[in-house]
């Protein structure tokens, strides 16, 4: 797999979070080489997140993708942890589990946790997305931020081409996650679910 680099990726303020591939849910889905699995020792865990990390430059935390049975594995999520704390990387729990036990081992571990507040393109119709986009914009006028996460697909960025240009005048402001770590992170802490 080629290096991707940083600079390839628009993302304002020069920072960016890379996936990290952890044990899912379901069985049958194949989340790809060098998954963070359940029950993996320490060192094979520290290897596949060097390689993971090498993927990309510029990282400033991990994104778990899928990795409902991973998130919601204390002693799993207590070796990740571990290794986020000795690089000094933030977590960004995808929640893809409301089993996730991402918030209280990351505060253990003394490692930033941010949660995900909206997913854009679970229903990738343009309307859909619309909608999860206004939903996003009520959660961010409620708590002073939000975060989504959407995936690179046609439609969500053609509905994303055409949202961003009026964020501004709406009153918002984009920015990378690493920011609003750095901004508030006992507030961040304080409100995020699990």
């Avoid at 914009?137 to 931020?145: H, I, K, M, Y």
Wanted: no cysteine; aromatic share 4%.
């Amino acid at each position: 797999m080629p290096r991707r680099r940083a600079s390839r990726v628009p993302d304002p303020g020069g920072s960016l979070r890379t996936p990290a591939a952890l044990t899912p849910e379901v069985e049958d889905v194949d989340p790809g080489p060098n998954v963070l699995r359940t029950g993996l020792a320490g060192d094979e865990l520290q290897r596949r997140m060097e390689w993971a990390l090498s993927r990309v430059d510029g990282v400033v935390g991990v994104n778990n993708h899928m990795g409902s049975r991973f998130t919601a594995d204390r002693r799993a999520m207590q070796a990740l942890m571990a290794e986020l704390s000795r690089r000094g990387l933030l977590f960004l729990d995808s929640l893809t589990t409301g089993q996730s036990v991402g918030r209280s081992v990351s505060r253990a571990a003394g490692v930033t946790y941010l949660a995900r507040d909206v997913f854009l393109d679970n229903d990738e119709t343009p309307d859909a997305i619309r909608a999860r986009l206004r939903e996003l914009e009520a959660v961010a006028r409620r708590d002073g931020s939000a975060i989504a996460i959407a995936h690179p697909k046609a439609a969500t960025l053609d509905v994303l081409e055409a949202w961003l240009p009026s964020l501004a005048e709406r009153g918002f402001v984009l920015v990378p996650v690493s920011a609003l770590a750095a901004a508030a992170p006992a507030n961040l802490l304080a409100r995020a679910t699990p």
